[in-house]
């Protein structure tokens, strides 16, 4: 089951293969570079496959946390580990070391080799700390998509009730199963 949902956060929404070279638009929606230009070359505009908002970077840069992720996925998905794996492990691409710290300028995780060498004026932080971080981030953001959900709910049984009440004084004759 893990696996299900591993796959179908790591799928591009034009392909439906895990990510290569994954890149995000200003809408947050990510697909492979290569899946993106194409759709973008074919339908002669720069808008989201899934949203059609038009994208506000011309040329998106990969997503390395998506790309890490996928990386991580296709390794997993070739090596054949099992489906009852409680964790996902992940290593650093270029060192096949754990990421210990997580770039705030990069918003990906590294390992200390990385951050030695290529990560020093970055905004560094230990993974745990940006793991809370971004937990809390996803709740606050949670939590508002939910709020807003509830206040669409809310607009949308008011209309619902306007239609009810217009129908009734438009036809006070007609059965209540009709109108």
């Not at 997993?76 to 996902?88: A, V, Y």
């Not at 217009?166 to 006070?172: E, H, I, T």
Request: proline letters at 4%; a positive charge; aromatic letters at 6%.
């Amino acid at each position: 089951m893990e696996e299900k949902v591993m796959e179908s956060f790591q799928g591009c929404h034009v392909c439906s293969e895990t990510f290569r070279d994954p890149v995000s638009l200003s809408c947050n929606h990510s697909f492979c570079s290569s899946c993106l230009k194409k759709f973008w070359k074919e339908t002669g505009n720069k808008n989201c496959p899934i949203c059609k908002r038009r994208s506000s970077k011309e040329h998106p840069g990969v997503n390395f946390t998506l790309k890490e992720l996928a990386d991580s996925f296709a390794e997993r998905k070739k090596s054949g580990s099992s489906e009852g794996e409680k964790q996902l492990m992940v290593v650093c691409s270029k060192h096949q070391e754990d990421p210990k710290l997580f770039c705030k300028d990069e918003q990906r995780a590294v390992c200390s080799v990385c951050e030695f060498s290529l990560h020093q004026s970055h905004k560094v932080v230990p993974i745990e700390q940006a793991v809370s971080e971004l937990k809390e981030k996803l709740k606050s953001d949670l939590k508002s998509l939910q709020d807003k959900r509830n206040k669409h709910k809310q607009v949308e049984k008011t209309y619902n009730d306007m239609i009810q009440h217009s129908k009734k004084q438009l036809f006070p004759h007609m059965p209540e199963s009709q109108t």
